[in-house]
């Protein structure tokens, strides 16, 4: 690819990478960034003997992978920062009632059919968002919704069952 080639390219598509990206990130500086790093890898890929006959559909894929990237990367961030914090803040497991509470919902939530128990735990312990368990597990979103549903209430009532009236 020609410098040339690379720039009409770079005109043409600019716009629509960087939309985009926006669109996925909704983050302006962070779809910046990727629309730069998608068309430097463009250029980087230049002397390989392989030439994309449409390089459009090339772009916008590459484009949602990084941007799905970033997405992840900056949920482990999250989560690790959240670990160093509890850590660092000495957090101690429960104590008394809240233990026992708790260790009844993780039974409860296990002995859930496996679809349930699925996403309840990507939703709620994960904190995963629908189009993410969506994603994750190709299930239609009315279902991971009913399934959701009806994980809740058998949880919600086996609690209320458990705690009045004792295993």
Known sequence: MEQKEF?????????????????????????EDVTQDIFEKLWSNNNNEYQYKNVEPYLI??????????????KVVA?????IKLLSNHHV?????????????????????KKQRMIIHLRDIEGYEFDEIIEATGIEPNAIRVNLSR?????????IKTMNYGL
């Open 151 to 159: 994980a809740r209430k058998t949880v919600k009532q086996e609690l």
């Open 61 to 74: 894929r590459s484009t949602k992978n990084l941007c799905l990237d970033r997405i992840k990367h900056k």
């Open 93 to 113: 497991e429960p104590v008394g009632e809240k233990k026992e509470v708790s260790q009844i919902i993780k039974t409860i939530i296990n002995e859930l059919p």
């Open 7 to 31: 720039n009409d390219i770079f005109i043409s598509l600019k716009d629509k990478v960087f939309k985009y990206a926006r669109a996925v990130l909704s983050d302006t500086a962070e779809a």
């Open 79 to 83: 989560k690790n920062s959240e670990n």
